[in-house]
Each structure stands twice: as structure tokens, then as C-alpha cells.
């Protein structure tokens, strides 16, 4: 824990603000906002599915429904501070509830994919057909298919003229994810984290050592959850407007990819996996030779077959293998296992 | 009393649905172990052949039940000695290399047929029964789909062919002991699997307007309905298909369509909650 502070923390930081400094030069913030919010989306998955082993096809519903949340609280108050709150509260509330109905439920793997696809399903369905004048919470219309444009964006506490959007924006959504990122690192390295690293690996050997498995799961696809709902939020602020698509299982799908290609099991590949692939995506849509899609699941075929574990994973053990120090040989166990074969010889 | 007639029909039409378009997936699922999530993409693909034949001249119902499978089963047949082949065994990794694969296909039926609805019309008009008007093709919907579940059961049940893949599908090593080769046997119930899919599209067309996008819309109910239906392959799906079916058509004449798929979807997740292994995970167990 102590190097973490005196080490991990002030390195992150340092190439946090470096890659904050550099990368408007090459890359226009309006774009770089939009890939540090699916960096946090992807983040969130990471999470959960990464250090959790609780692979969930339903990310995009907590998105949607923190993008959802902040746009209805901001036309109903109309000032963005309480709505960016809700946004993270209420994805997270509805994550706890979902997880614990599934985990107390000890249900794993595909049950477990099914029920958040299901889910994320359902709330695109309902959203999407709540096109009629009936449809109203406090002021705000859902609008169905349409969305709800129009909502009050991201403001200073207090002072409901004065918005943040443009540069001042990019920055903000830049430190909200270094932030996230430090507190997931910590809550990591805290023993949550390594109590929730021990359920991914065997879950009956946690559960046999006295902890509550499917409380730390709750608890932990809940904190997933409210990081989606963030990113949402943010999303809806830089969109200005929020759709049904936000639920759709392409995006879904999309979440699923940034996690494989960045590297499961690592904080920063899914982040980096996300940004990678989004600007991928934003390049690709200039041109209209090749369909975008397409490109994306031989993406994903791809990495699935040949790279399992992602890019990050893979550089850092060639980074290790090429200029790392290696690890002195165990010559104990080599030489006695030698010696007993010799021996039976 | 027509009423009553015409709710039956609808009752009837949506669970024969419903065993239509699950019926490729509980086949690859409940032999292989695998999830296809790139099942409705195969269904799509049936859709545009059965499309494209009937434009080039071909007869509907030739085009819809022979060719639409046949083309689609031969494309399963490639995806499977390309991709699935190197993941059996790793469930995860199957599903999302097949979801990859939806993907794919998507791209590739957008950049042939362009984004554009195309469709042709039902072969077999309505009639109607005292003030309502029925479709006439929902009653081959549910021809095709008890014809399709009586075969699936003679043959698994009835020849030889069945048995290996039954028996391959039980203890796989057991089955290359005695000399058949799974690995083949897996490649044959891909095919037939994919063929299903294919069929079920072609089936379905008509009464779709068809976009590249259009799998989209089955995968979830496919994989809700084979996943709850549980181990056994034509129990469970008959299982689930009715009580799904029933569910959503109920919710559909009280409310709303949309309802009736929020109902569907609600069901489907508290019953996984309430039998986590499927319907023939807890009844008529050892069934086929």
C-alpha cells in the first residue's frame, strides 16, 4: 500500500497530465473528449469483468441509464450538479438490486450474460416506445425513438448560465477519469480488491474461507455500474442529447471488444482499448469503402482467435521478454527433481 | 367466439415462432455446447437468399425450403472449420468470436444489399373468420414448425445418425473410442444447425421487411428460449417456446405489442432466477 502512494499515484498523475498536454495537439478535443468518455465505459467493464470474472452483456444499460438519469434531473432542476450525482446514484442503486437478485442466486457465466442482455433489452424496448405525451417524468418528455434533446448541460455548481463545454469540458471529463482511475487502483489494491481477484479465480474457495461471495460481487458490479452511469452522463453532456441507441446491444457489443482488445485483467487496457478503437471507428467513418462494422467483428474474430488476452498483456510480457530483467531461475526445485529422476534411473 | 379462434391462432402462431427461430440454437447449443450469437445473422442471411432466389426466377416455396438452408448451412459450414473449431470447449470465447462474426455479416449484408428494406409478399393470402381477418401463412408457420420438431425427434431418436450424435453430445470421448471422430460429428450438427437458421429466416421473410440489421431482433428471444428451455433439446424448447409464447401473446391482446416483448423478456428472467439451469433442468429430466 505504501509504494502505491509514494509511487503508483504520482506516476499516474505525471503521465495522465503529460498525455493531457500532448494529445490536443494531434487530436481535437471535441473527439478526445468523446474517446476519454468510452474510456470510462470501457474502464468500467474492465472492472467488473477484468478483476471480477463477471462478464456482463449489458454495460450499455447502466450507460444509457446514467445518460437517461442526468438528462431528466437536469430539465426538472436545471442546474447540473444534483443531476450529475443522480446519474452515478441511480445506475448504481440499479445494479446492487439486479446483482443481488443474480448473484444471491448464484447464477454464473452464460445465465449470467443472458439476464444483463435481457435486461439491457428490455430497457431499450420500453424507452424506445415511450414515444406518446404520457410518457413524462416531471417536465422532461422521454420522446421515445427521438430522445430527449435539449436539457441543461454541464454548468458551475451554482450558476446555471455559466457552462462548461469545449476545452474546459475535455479537461474536466480528463481528470473525472484520472480520478476514477486512482480510486478503482486503490479499491483494488485495498483487500476488497484482492478478495474480489481471489472470487474470479475460485469462487468456492473464497466462499469456503468465510467471505460473502455474493455480497463483494453485489458490491463490486454496483461500483461497475455507477462508473458506466458516469460516463454516461458525460456522454449525454457532450452529446447534448440522449437516445434509446445508449441501451442498444451494439454498444453493448462494442464494450465487450474494447475490453478483449485493450487486455482483460488490466486497468489501463480496456481504457486504452476504448480510445484505440473509437478513434479507429471515427477514422474509418470517413471513408465508405469498406463498412465499418464488418471491420469490427473481424476485429473481434480476430483478437479472440489469436490474442486472447489483448494488446496490453501482450506488450507488456514482449516489453518483459525483450528488455525486462530476467527472473533468476528457481534452481532448487530443478536440481532436486533432476537428482530424483537420477536417482529412480 | 371468433375471437377465441383468432387468439388461438395468434397463441399458436407465436410459440411456432418462437421453435422456429430457437431451433438452430438449441440444436448447436444443446449438442455442441456452444452459444451462436451470430444465429441471427444466419436467419438475415436465409431472408436474403430466399429474397434473392425468388427475384431470380426461382419457385418461393422451393426457394425457402431447400435453398435458403442449403446456402446457409454451407456458409455455417465454412465459419465452423474457420473459427469455431479452434474455441470448442471455451464457451465465453465462442460467444464472443461468433458475436464478432454477427458483426461481420451485417457489414457484409449492408455492403451487398445496401441499407434498404426489400421483402416479398406472403405466398399464401388471409381469409377471415366473422370480423377478423386471418393470416393465412401463420397456419403454415405452424405446419412448418410441428413438422420441424417431429423430425428433429424421429431423427434423433429413430436413426442411427441420431444415436452417434447423441451419444457424442453425452461423452465425446467415449464416442471416438468407438471410432466416430467428433470433431466431424460437430461439423455435421453445425450444418444442420446453421441449415435451421437458414430456414427459419427464409420462413420468417415474408413477413419482415429485411434490413442487415434485422438478426438483431431474434438473437435475444433464440438465445432466451434455448437458455431457459435447459439441457433437453426438444423438451426444453417446446417448454420454453410455449410458456414464452403464452406470456408475451397474452401481454400483447391485454396492453401492447411492446408490452407483450417487456413481458416476454420479465418472464424470462425471473424464471432463470427461479430454475438457473432451465425448465428441463428441474422437469422431465432425461428427456430427449
Not at chain 1, 506516476?11 to 494529445?23: D, N, P, S
Not at chain 1, 471529463?173 to 479465480?201: D, M, N, P, Q
Not at chain 1, 452529446?239 to 464494450?255: D, R
Not at chain 2, 441449415?195 to 434490413?211: C, E, Q, R
Request: one cysteine or more.
Amino acid at each position: 500500500m505504501a509504494s502505491f502512494w509514494a509511487k503508483e499515484v504520482p506516476a499516474t498523475i505525471i503521465i495522465a497530465a503529460l498525455l493531457v498536454w500532448i494529445m490536443p495537439m494531434m487530436i481535437g478535443t471535441y473527439t478526445l473528449t468523446v474517446l476519454v468518455i468510452y474510456g470510462m465505459l470501457g474502464f468500467s467493464l474492465g472492472l467488473i469483468w477484468g478483476f471480477g470474472g463477471i462478464l456482463c452483456f449489458g454495460q450499455a444499460a447502466f450507460f444509457g441509464l446514467g445518460a437517461y438519469t442526468y438528462a431528466i434531473a437536469a430539465i426538472n432542476i436545471g442546474d447540473s450538479t444534483i443531476p450529475m450525482l443522480l446519474a452515478v446514484l441511480v445506475p448504481a442503486a440499479f445494479a446492487a438490486l439486479l446483482g443481488a437478485m443474480m448473484f444471491y442466486g448464484r447464477l454464473t457465466d452464460v445465465y449470467l450474460g443472458v439476464i444483463t442482455l435481457v435486461v439491457t433489452l428490455i430497457l431499450f424496448k420500453f424507452i424506445s416506445s415511450t414515444a406518446g405525451p404520457e410518457y413524462v417524468i416531471g417536465k422532461a418528455r422521454l420522446g421515445g425513438f427521438n430522445g430527449i434533446p435539449g436539457f441543461q448541460t454541464l454548468n458551475v455548481p451554482g450558476r446555471p448560465n455559466d457552462y462548461i463545454y469545449g476545452d474546459p469540458y475535455f479537461y474536466f471529463c480528463a481528470v473525472l477519469l484520472l480520478i476514477v482511475y486512482l480510486l478503482v487502483s486503490w479499491l483494488l489494491k485495498s483487500s476488497f480488491g484482492r478478495v474480489a481477484v481471489g472470487i474470479r479465480e475460485n469462487e468456492v474457495r473464497v466462499a469456503l474461507m468465510g467471505y460473502d461471495v455474493s455480497a463483494r460481487k453485489t458490491v463490486l458490479f454496483s461500483v461497475g455500474a455507477a462508473v458506466a452511469g458516469l460516463a454516461g452522463a458525460l456522454f449525454a453532456n457532450w452529446g447534448e442529447i440522449v437516445t434509446p441507441n445508449l441501451f442498444s446491444l451494439g454498444q453493448s457489443a462494442e464494450i465487450i471488444i474494447w475490453c478483449i482488445v485493450g487486455g482483460l485483467g488490466t486497468r489501463i487496457g480496456p481504457i486504452v482499448g476504448a480510445a484505440g478503437l473509437a478513434y479507429l471507428k471515427f477514422l474509418l467513418g470517413q471513408q465508405s469503402m469498406i463498412d465499418n462494422t464488418l471491420l469490427t467483428g473481424i476485429i473481434l474474430v480476430l483478437f479472440v482467435l489469436f490474442l486472447p488476452k489483448g494488446l496490453v498483456p501482450a506488450i507488456v510480457s514482449l516489453w518483459r521478454i525483450s528488455f525486462g530483467q530476467r527472473r533468476r531461475v528457481p534452481r532448487h526445485g530443478a536440481r532436486r527433481l533432476r537428482s530424483r529422476s537420477a536417482g529412480h534411473g | 367466439m371468433d375471437l377465441v379462434f383468432v387468439i388461438i391462432v395468434e397463441m399458436l402462431y407465436a410459440v411456432a415462432s418462437l421453435v422456429l427461430i430457437s431451433a438452430g440454437l438449441a440444436i448447436v447449443f444443446g449438442m455442441m455446447k456452444i452459444i451462436n450469437l451470430a444465429h441471427g445473422e444466419f436467419m438475415m442471411m436465409g431472408g436474403y437468399v430466399t429474397i434473392t432466389a425468388v427475384t431470380l426466377g426461382a419457385n418461393v416455396f422451393v426457394a425457402m425450403l431447400i435453398i435458403a438452408p442449403l446456402v446457409v448451412g454451407l456458409i455455417g459450414l465454412v465459419v465452423e472449420r474457420l473459427v469455431i473449431r479452434h474455441l470448442y470447449g471455451r464457451l465465453v470465447d465462442t460467444m464472443l468470436a461468433t458475436w464478432g462474426l454477427s458483426l461481420f455479416f451485417i457489414g457484409l449484408a449492408t455492403m451487398i444489399f445496401g441499407n434498404t428494406t426489400t421483402g416479398i409478399s406472403t405466398p399464401i393470402s388471409g381469409f377471415t373468420v366473422g370480423n377478423y381477418q386471418v393470416n393465412g401463412y401463420n397456419f403454415f408457420i405452424i405446419l412448418v414448425s410441428i413438422v420441424l420438431l417431429g423430425l428433429m425427434y424421429a431423427v434423433l431418436k429413430g436413426t442411427r445418425l441420431g444415436l452417434i450424435a447423441r451419444g457424442a453430445m453425452q461423452l465425446p470421448d467415449m464416442a471416438a473410442a468407438l471410432g466416430y471422430s467428433p470433431e466431424r460429428i460437430y461439423m455435421a450438427t453445425f450444418f444442420c444447425g446453421s441449415a435451421l437458421s437458414g430456414l427459419a429466416g427464409a420462413i420468417l421473410a415474408p413477413l419482415v421487411g429485411l434490413v442487415p440489421t434485422s438478426g438483431g431482433a431474434y438473437i435475444a428471444k433464440a438465445f432466451i428460449t434455448v437458455i431457459a428451455g435447459g439441457p433437453s433439446l426438444i423438451a426444453g424448447l417446446m417448454a420454453s417456446s410455449g410458456l414464452f409464447g403464452f406470456i408475451s401473446q397474452i401481454f400483447t391482446f391485454a396492453v401492447s405489442p411492446v408490452m407483450g416483448e417487456v413481458a416476454l423478456l420479465l418472464a424470462a428472467v425471473v424464471l432463470l432466477r427461479l430454475l438457473p439451469q432451465g425448465v428441463t433442468g428441474k422437469f422431465f429430466r432425461g428427456r430427449l
